[in-house]
């Protein structure tokens, strides 16, 4: 099990004033995708392959290939370097929020259950 980490990033105390593990692999499996996805590339100096650069997105058009570049990054992010979450299925869905933001909905299926563990957007600096 791991430290139990807060959805604003905080790390969790317990019912008995100790520092909280997380309650089962579904929570180990939604931290991980969720560090992952919130970090960048080199972000972390003991883990350089860490993270992903959605940055990359920025002045792209908003177009089904910017969103599946953006997909192709997230899964990239999510199964490298000995990821828990490698060997799950995973989808991810692009949906265009505005000229400008593309959310990025990610499900994961653990067992017989799938669901959609993070929802993330990324502006693409466009006026």
Same mark, same amino acid.
């Given at each position: 099990?791991?430290?139990?980490?807060?959805?604003?990033?905080?790390?969790?105390?317990?019912?008995?004033?100790?520092? +909280?593990?997380?309650?089962?692999?579904?929570?180990?499996?939604? *931290?991980?995708?969720?560090? &992952?996805?919130?970090?960048?590339?080199?972000?972390?100096?003991?883990?350089?392959?860490?993270?992903?650069?959605?940055?990359?997105?920025?002045?792209? !058009?908003?177009?089904?290939?910017?969103?599946?570049?953006?997909?192709?990054?997230?899964?990239? +992010?999510?199964? &490298?370097?000995?990821?828990?979450? +490698?060997?799950? !299925?995973?989808?991810?869905?692009?949906?265009?929020?505005?000229? *400008?933001?593309? &959310?990025?909905?990610?499900?994961?299926?653990?067992?017989? &259950?799938?669901?959609?563990?993070?929802?993330?957007?990324?502006?693409?600096?466009?006026?």
């Amino acid at each position: 099990m791991d430290l139990y980490m807060t959805d604003t990033g905080d790390i969790a105390i317990g019912s008995g004033g100790d520092i +909280a593990f997380t309650d089962s692999n579904w929570r180990d499996f939604v *931290q991980q995708a969720y560090l &992952r996805l919130m970090t960048s590339i080199s972000d972390f100096t003991l883990y350089p392959t860490l993270g992903t650069d959605l940055d990359a997105l920025i002045g792209m !058009p908003q177009i089904k290939s910017t969103g599946d570049y953006g997909i192709s990054l997230i899964k990239a +992010a999510l199964t &490298r370097g000995g990821s828990i979450l +490698a060997n799950l !299925p995973i989808d991810v869905k692009a949906v265009p929020i505005s000229l *400008q933001v593309i &959310r990025f909905d990610i499900y994961i299926t653990a067992g017989s &259950r799938t669901e959609m563990i993070l929802s993330i957007e990324q502006n693409l600096g466009l006026d």
